[in-house]
């Protein structure tokens, strides 16, 4: 269970951080008849497109939004992803941690 929602989290990041590649394809298809972009039309083209690639990099910001909040929790960093199976995702802000993995194995760095 604990390497399934691993996988899964690693899965939902990568997915999202292939926006560029979205932002491509929105505009290819802008340029065709095809210009409805439906998940089942874009799933393909990006696990084509993901196979390409040697690395990919970038920033991100998230902003979590709770019930137990007022405002949402925004943070702010860098994922690295690097086929098979290495992978890096950093926040440097507000609370900083990283997380890596290689294979079988996970490291969480938490400075003191």
């Excluded at 399934?4 to 929105?26: A, E, H, K, P, Q």
């Excluded at 925004?74 to 997380?99: C, I, K, M, N």
């Amino acid at each position: 269970m604990r390497q399934t929602s691993r996988w899964l989290f690693l899965l939902t990041c990568i997915l999202l951080s292939l926006t560029g590649v979205l932002c491509v394809l929105g505009i290819e298809a802008a340029h065709s008849e095809d210009s409805y972009l439906t998940v089942p039309l874009l799933l393909p083209r990006i696990e084509a497109k993901a196979k390409t690639l040697k690395t990919l990099r970038g920033q991100f910001k998230q902003h979590k939004f709770t019930r137990l909040l007022a405002s949402p929790i925004e943070s702010q960093g860098f994922f690295y992803w690097q086929p098979p199976d290495r992978f890096r995702w950093e926040v440097t802000h507000p609370a900083p941690f990283t997380l890596v993995t290689r294979g079988d194995a996970v490291l969480v760095y938490t400075p003191d």
